[in-house]
């Protein structure tokens, strides 16, 4: 499993993306693919990271027609994926980028499963707020099973947040739209009733898939739920926006920067030391 896992982290850190496990390893299962996810976890707060919040995937059925799966998966948000909003997203430090917008949920107590509810979940929401994820895979062509999405931190690599903090008494969380733009002009629409019903509910799943782990959902994280349109791809010079209904809208831009592919490819040098 370590070797597979530090094998995503070159991957990452290079911009040279791999082939796939489960073309691999058919054998592989999805307990397989979440040990690989943990140990390239391990590796990222040994290099230094910190764990900031966590994400569930493929919760809409967009996205699961997208992807070819028919189940959510779960993966960890690390500190360096955080990008503030303003600031231009270097496209030279990913591989194949994909973006995607999620109302996340930031908490203000833990969450701990099983047994875990959609009550449980809105009492211990500190506040909602607009959020893009940029998903991207290390594994060549986005030739990925649910495998290898997992085994590559259900295919993560940064999030930006926006427009202003929400409570929960002051939307509906299953009536949130959205609606996305490239440059202006509107790709995709939705709705976040279209995550499990409820965004809550993914929450709420997460939670109770955690504890077979022995892992909860702490006080402080941030935790997206999950897409509630298909991921659209992403070039140098896209300016990509999401504007949510209540909760206000987020933006980022991607530059073409060969430096910061410099630094992360520097950075993982020490992959596995």
């Known amino acids: 499993m370590f070797q597979l896992a530090e094998e995503l982290y070159v991957a990452e ?11 691999r390893h058919p054998e592989a ?10 140990a390239g976890t391990k590796l990222r707060v040994q290099a230094g990271e910190s764990v900031r919040g966590r994400k569930v995937g493929l919760t809409a059925k967009v996205m699961q027609v997208q992807f070819g799966v028919d189940t959510p998966d779960f993966g960890v948000l690390l500190g360096s994926m955080f990008h503030p909003e303003g600031t231009p997203l270097s496209s030279s430090a990913l591989i194949a980028p994909r973006v995607e917008p999620e109302v996340s949920f930031v908490l203000n107590r833990s969450l701990r499963g099983p047994g875990v509810t959609v ?8 506040f909602v707020v607009p959020s893009l994820e940029v998903i991207d895979s290390r594994i060549r062509d986005w030739q990925i099973t649910i495998v290898d999405t997992i085994a590559d931190n259900a295919s993560s690599a940064r999030v930006v947040v926006g427009g202003t903090p929400t409570r929960l008494v002051d939307i509906d969380i299953r009536a949130v739209g959205v609606v996305l733009r490239r440059n202006g002009s509107i790709v995709e629409t939705g709705a976040s009733g279209a995550v499990l019903g409820n965004p809550a509910n993914a929450v709420a799943w997460l939670a109770n898939t955690l504890a077979a782990y022995g892992v909860q959902l702490e006080a402080g994280e941030l935790v997206m739920p999950g897409t509630c349109t298909r991921a659209i791809n992403v070039t140098p010079g896209d300016t990509i926006r999401a504007q949510f209904d209540g909760l206000g809208d987020v933006t980022v831009g991607f530059v073409d920067d060969t430096s910061d592919r410099q630094v992360l490819a520097s950075a993982g040098s020490g992959a596995g030391r």
């Open 29 to 38: 299962t999805i307990g397989d693919a979440y040990a690989i996810q943990a």
């Open 13 to 23: 850190t290079s911009g040279v993306p791999g082939i796939s496990i489960s073309e």
């Open 119 to 126: 009550t449980d979940v809105l009492a211990a929401t500190a």
